[in-house]
């Protein structure tokens, strides 16, 4: 099955939020992007080979960076919900949802 990736407006803000922060601090929001590009390329390929974290709910970790993928199949459709650090409580998104 072929799976379509879906960021929704949330995912996108938090996305740009860390591409500014790291930009900010040190000069590697390209190296944010590829590193994140790189996984959500796995994610769309392989989603279920990501672990499930709460109630479909599945988070994939961002190589050499602290933030986390969270985000849910529904059917053909892989809905990005967050790109949050990893030192934030996940369980917000669980009661967002």
């Known amino acids: ?14 996305i740009a939020d860390a591409i500014r922060w790291y930009d900010q601090q040190a000069g590697i ?14 994610i769309e390929q392989q989603p279920l080979a990501v672990a499930e974290v ?16 969270y985000f849910i199949v529904n059917g053909r459709f ?6 949050w650090h990893g030192g934030r409580d996940a369980r917000k998104l669980s009661a967002a949802g």
């Open 1 to 14: 099955m072929r799976f379509q990736l879906v960021i929704t407006g949330e995912a996108e803000a938090d």
């Open 29 to 42: 929001g390209a190296d944010f992007i590829a590193a994140l590009d790189q996984r959500l390329t796995f």
């Open 54 to 69: 709460d109630h479909g709910i599945r988070r994939a970790v961002i190589a050499r960076f602290p933030y986390n993928i």
């Open 78 to 83: 892989i809905n990005v919900l967050a790109v």
